[in-house]
């Protein structure tokens, strides 16, 4: 079994719909970055490949190609999760914090929870999805970004 730590921040500015955890999220703001920004996916994904040794998202879908502008982060996660599959890797668990003082995020929970477990092929149970906010405290709490963490544990089948 092998442990990964995952972290992402991405800023906000207008526009709409927020992408969060593969769901669109009603806001009048939206993530800014080179695909679509979600921070939960890519602070998951960034955890798989940390705990598999395959480095970081940067690495395999880096902002200086082009085939990623704009890319829906689910779609990257199906590739990640083909890399842990071709090593023989399986996910024990994910836990994830979202950091965000707006939009609340309780809601949609669960619907972000059932869209990985099911693009990752995993029981939703495996999926832990928590929100916070800082109390106004910090980038996150002036509204100017939103942060997430994640930690993932795998298990090779080999």
Do not use: C
């Not at 921040?9 to 979600?38: F, Q």
């Not at 994904?45 to 940390?50: E, I, P, R, T």
């Not at 928590?130 to 089948?157: M, P, R």
């Amino acid at each position: 079994m092998r442990v990964g730590i995952g972290y992402d921040v991405h800023p906000l500015t207008e526009g709409s719909p927020l992408i969060l955890g593969g769901i669109e999220i009603k806001y009048n703001r939206i993530l800014v970055g080179w695909s679509d920004a979600d921070v939960l996916l890519h602070s998951i994904m960034d955890a798989l490949l940390g705990a598999s040794g395959l480095s970081d998202i940067g690495t395999h879908f880096p902002p200086s190609d082009h085939k990623y502008k704009n890319a829906p982060s689910i779609v990257l996660l199906q590739k990640v999760k083909a890399m842990l599959q071709k090593d023989n890797w399986s996910i024990v668990n994910i836990d994830s914090t979202i950091v965000a003082e707006e939009p609340k995020l309780a809601p949609y929970i669960d619907q972000m929870k059932q869209t990985i477990s099911k693009h990752l092929d995993i029981d939703k149970s495996q999926i832990g999805i928590k929100a916070t906010t800082t109390e106004g405290l910090g980038f996150t709490g002036q509204g100017k970004g939103i942060a997430a963490y994640a930690v993932a544990l795998i298990d090779n089948k080999k």
